[in-house]
């Protein structure tokens, strides 16, 4: 049966959707005065430095299409029959065409997100339901965009070279798009990384000025820092992940097409390339009926007295129960073995787990926040400490989890090796592609959950500016912990994700090494030692050493561009109380333009060194040690950046937790005594907070693009390295 | 020429010359009787904790001893003709000499060490020179001790096992003796796990209260953790580091002796297997010669008005010129072939490189240490960030060093294989081998230096305590800072040399895969793909991640255990400032002795967990996935341990200095205003060195003795994974 032109319906239906969405949500109430000049001035911001850090990433982008249509074009032999220039020329427009999409899919969703805050600080007026509603769309329209985008773009990208022209060039397509999967991530890098910063270095040196030392609460308007950090909001959580899972879905969908090539080199049946992208199709679809749902259908939508997570949940699980069922209609219909159902499966039990294990390490209700808030008791020392004990732990079960998924996946695979005629090893691999599909079929509602985070965020932050009654304030309050949790959960998922998605990209690249050493005419044997990466060689043991190690050095340079960034800040932030009368008193406003200039600037430049550094150390590994120590890098890199992110991500998420526990007064010592917001406890708490925020929104995100970067880049260069 | 009379020779030499030290260690003056009863009252609670810990340990190491005797006795197939209840038996054995010696090795050395920081703090009166020589002497006691013994022990296990009755016993001699390994570094896991967390609990645990809450000084004897403390670095410090680079010189000389066989089996010389034991000799004597030098010889002595420092970096710049030069000898009279001679130097220059990079990134001279203490001036969070961003930034320049050196031995060892009539694979191997042991050579000195450290530390303590005159405290206070740099200097050596012996421990284990499959009778090409170590595999990728997750989880239970014993320090010099009446007015002394025992018993229990899961994920893991996953088990754990154990390291004391910088006086901000100790920038400093405490003294080294344990397990239990 073919189902290609689902694809494209699917991309094209997500869009409707999208500006179905987006619609519904500019047509709302934008509530008062006070609101709209808050949300005004931070749309103003967040414009302006999406304006010039997007400039400084363009001109990064083509010095970069240019660079490497050059390097492509010199590559003496591929695995393709386009060669020379004509080679350069492709792959240096793929590269263009992946940065633009991302940058777009960053930009739109960015723009809607800040365009819905005041709509949903208007909408908790009227109570917390309707807030959520048009939280949660205004979030759909960043997830809907960022996956219909990918998948169009994956799409044409495919038809223009050639991919439904016949089965030779079937074959071709995928590894000539590669360079859309480069182009994505490195427009994604830069973006995370200064959005990233940006937003932690508004975070951390506002709230040090404010909070801290001049005693004033969190989004004052007296604080110079404040609509800064509600920029940040925008343009790290929103704009930076946009940018972040475009790429990811990019790349692991023609990851997922070359695997299908080798498939298909046997069959002769040219499902096995596009059922990645089928699959994906319906997954979309299922998106967009769970997210309809959850904020349409008596059942699904939030009831009066309840958790405002239960409807996402509810809405997640129908979209996995859609998709589950669409993915045995889809393998059964294409691939015509109910093994890769099972691998489908096992990737969607996947992407469940990772949501418990999430919840149980960053919510309150359990042991690891809870120690984080007992240790606090006994001051900032032992914050530190069990908050790094806790994000240290917490590696354990997400790793354990993505190996029975990657075990299981490839054994289910491999028992269809037989009726297929290929080897197990092939159809094994093939299975945990089958098995990523399968976790990335609710992508885009989950990426939907991830804006709402940073939206209800900003709704908060307009409330309270906008000297709001304190009952709204209470509904926003209860979003915002809810939008905690799901900025969490997706981190979670995100990186879960990688883990699982990492085989089947090291296996495109092994593939493609393969491919290119066919075509030098080198012997059968050499061609087929191109998939071993034989840690027992010492220039190999030492390319995987070098992987770690560029992992620890990148999160350290983040982190590092966050302090100082963030002293500019306090410095700014202090020079205003000193220097303009009457801040304090309210009868001044402070100068936020000049603060969120600082930011932008420091971010800006703070970005690029880290980014050099990503992009610098694979290519120079590479060349000197060649392809198979450079699979190492790869992978041995992939590993540790996916276990520091996951420190990062929880650990960063508990120590902000373990603070929000405290400060909702439910904390209680042995002996009964509360401990609640203003305690000495709290006081270690917010600082394990300020920690935690570099952790778990700079260095952290900017290592799930740096490990994906990684396999983009080392698909598109591979000829070099051989 | 045969020298391997030259290997008893050394270790007689060493313990003579242990003799001698402790003689005349212990026949120095005592100092007043204050400083003997604070003395006496430290050595009580050592070893009253070292008496308790030890029969836990020995109690699991009988237990350990047994189940892997029988574990072997089932073995079907063997690398040699010993198998059966005898190979289990003798593998038993060689397990309890390893432990039972690995224990002598702490034991006495932190007994000398304990006996000498009374004479350090009476030599003191004198002067910082005798002070630093006594200290320097005493700490000598240990290092020549571990060195001797495990060469004198080595050496016996392999004449008892017939290593020098004959060709075929030499060849199958080492791998009956790599038992004894393995019972070295499970006694070191526990004795470094518990000894680490006593150690950084108590020191944590009495500055919460004592620094932080009272008030009072560091050392303050009204404190009732303060003997718990002081007993700390002695059970930490010494106990736990002579364990652990006693199984370090054991383990890397008999791996470095199985790769030897490889080389043997074609030359059939038998010098080829004694090379490690021989070159590791003369290192011994080299010293000798320059612990003896910095002490005695005038040149070498500390001048008056230098830095403490300096002596020490004259006598380990003679010990390197002697090592060099009797590498020569022993390359030229053994080996035949240049070309190892050159890999030897790479490894002494290794030595060299670790100690820059330490001095750089931990002394308060340089950017890292005075970037902290800027970030100490906006406060806590500022301050853990930084800390944490060096930390992080240190990995990089260490795992450059150890690539470079071992493609550097590799490639020099391979220009001989064409001599050797060997693969260049074998040769290359051997250089890296050849290479550590060029590292490992003066050992002995830095081990002297490391113990130096605790000793100090607790003369200084011993000074306090006593109540003795200022000026004797500021010498004393000199030697400590000193103490402070060569502890994090030869954990940065422990840590290089572990990173740059993991591959010839790694090979040693392939070697043994190897020649159990030909010993089973199977196909020449499987043999030889034993020593294929292929991440391209889905369940070999699953164990590297395994093993990285291993890691992790591994420093969370350290780092943990410290934290909840802590807690109960706390609580009980809370009650005892509360219970007990008049201690703030020095009428009544506190009961050191119960705070000692609540950490005694806290830090025992602790150990178990952290200790069980080191030893039990490796063999469950090898069981379930087989000898090639447990290979990426190993290598990925192992490159993790290495980072992560530099991070903990380096940036545990980079906070350190931050703090003493600070407390220097010598730390002015832009505006050169003096921050000292009190100052808000002192207070976030001193908030850095508590979390910095468990990174650098407990998980840290820890993580040192995991990786070596990784390595002998697998070298001991690899027939039951294949």
Request: proline share 3%; net charge neutral; aromatic share 8%.
């Amino acid at each position: 049966m073919n189902l290609v032109w689902i694809v494209p319906l699917s991309g094209v239906l997500a869009l409707l959707f999208v500006v179905y969405l987006a619609w519904d949500v500019l047509r709302r109430d934008k509530g008062t005065k006070e609101m709209q000049d808050v949300a005004a001035t931070i749309f103003e911001g967040a414009v302006a430095f999406i304006k010039r850090q997007y400039l400084t990433i363009a001109v990064l982008a083509i010095i970069a299409a240019v660079i490497i249509g050059v390097l492509v074009s010199f590559e003496q032999f591929t695995e393709t029959n386009v060669k020379g220039i004509e080679l350069g020329i492709r792959t240096a427009i793929a590269f263009l065409v992946g940065a633009a999409a991302s940058a777009l899919s960053g930009i739109i969703g960015m723009y809607v997100a800040v365009q819905s805050n005041v709509r949903v600080a208007g909408a908790a007026r009227k109570g917390v339901e309707p807030a959520l509603a048009v939280a949660l769309r205004g979030g759909a329209v960043s997830g809907f965009l960022v996956v219909g985008l990918s998948l169009i773009g994956v799409y044409l990208m495919f038809l223009a070279y050639g991919g439904l022209s016949g089965t030779e060039a079937a074959r071709n397509a995928p590894f000539l798009i590669v360079g859309m999967g480069f182009g994505a991530s490195f427009v994604a890098l830069f973006a995370q990384l200064g959005g990233g910063i940006y937003t932690k270095a508004a975070d951390v040196g506002s709230d040090l000025v404010g909070k801290v030392e001049a005693g004033i609460p969190e989004d004052d308007p007296r604080n110079a820092g404040v609509i800064a950090d509600l920029v940040g909001d925008n343009v790290g959580d929103c704009a930076g992940r946009g940018a972040d899972l475009f790429e990811s879905t990019v790349a692991e969908n023609i990851g997922a097409m070359i695997l299908g090539v080798a498939i298909f080199a046997v069959t002769k049946n040219v499902d096995w390339i596009f059922f990645p992208l089928v699959v994906r199709a319906f997954g979309l679809i299922a998106s967009i009926v769970g997210v309809w749902a959850t904020t349409t259908l008596p059942f699904f939508k939030l009831n009066p007295g309840e958790e405002p997570m239960n409807p996402m949940f509810r809405g997640f699980a129908l979209t996995v129960v859609l998709a589950a069922i669409a993915m045995y209609f889809v393998v059964t219909q294409l691939l015509g073995n109910v093994m890769f159902f099972w691998a489908g499966v096992v990737g969607l039990l996947t992407s469940v787990a990772f949501f418990l294990i999430t919840m149980y390490y960053t919510e309150s209700r359990w042991r690891p926040v809870q120690s984080i808030a007992k240790a606090s008791l006994r001051g900032t020392g032992p914050n530190i400490i069990t908050g790094l004990a806790v994000g240290l732990e917490n590696t354990a079960a997400p790793v354990v989890t993505v190996g029975i998924a990657l075990i299981a996946s490839y054994w289910l695979g491999a028992q269809a090796a037989a009726a297929l005629h290929v080897e197990p090893y092939v159809a094994g691999v093939f299975g945990t592609a089958v098995a990523t599909m399968g976790m990335l079929m609710p992508a885009a509602f989950i990426l939907a959950m991830d804006t709402f985070g940073p939206i209800v965020d900003n709704a908060g932050g307009i409330v309270e500016m906008s000297g709001a009654p304190a009952d709204i304030r209470k509904g926003t309050d209860a979003l915002d912990a809810a939008g905690n949790t799901t900025k969490a959960l997706t981190k979670g998922y995100a990186i879960g994700s990688a883990a699982l998605a990492a085989f089947l990209l090291f296996s495109a690249y092994l593939d493609k090494v393969a491919a290119v050493r066919a075509a030098m005419g080198l012997p059968e044997a050499v061609v087929k030692a191109s998939h071993t990466v034989d840690l027992g060689k010492v220039e190999v043991f030492v390319g995987a050493m070098l992987g770690a190690a560029l992992i620890f050095l990148f999160s350290s340079l983040a982190m590092r561009a966050v302090s100082q960034v963030a002293e500019k800040i306090v410095d700014e932030v202090r020079r205003q109380f000193r220097e303009i009368p009457g801040i304090m008193e309210r009868k001044n406003k402070p100068d936020y333009a000049r603060a969120v200039d600082i930011t932008a600037t420091g971010a800006q430049r703070a970005m690029v060194a880290p980014g050099l550094l990503a992009v610098g150390v694979p290519i120079i590994v590479g060349i000197l040690l060649r392809a198979e120590a450079e699979a190492a890098l790869l992978m041995v890199g992939t590993i540790a950046g996916i276990v520091l992110a996951t420190v990062m991500n929880n650990g960063g998420g508990a120590w902000d937790n373990a603070k929000k526990f405290i400060e909702s007064g439910e904390f209680r010592d042995e002996k009964g005594v509360v401990h609640k917001k203003g305690s000495d406890a709290h006081k270690a708490a917010v600082v394990g907070d300020t920690v935690g925020d570099p952790f778990k929104d700079t260095a952290g995100p900017s290592l799930h693009v740096l490990i994906k970067l990684l396999s983009t880049i080392t698909l598109v260069l591979a000829p070099l390295f051989i």
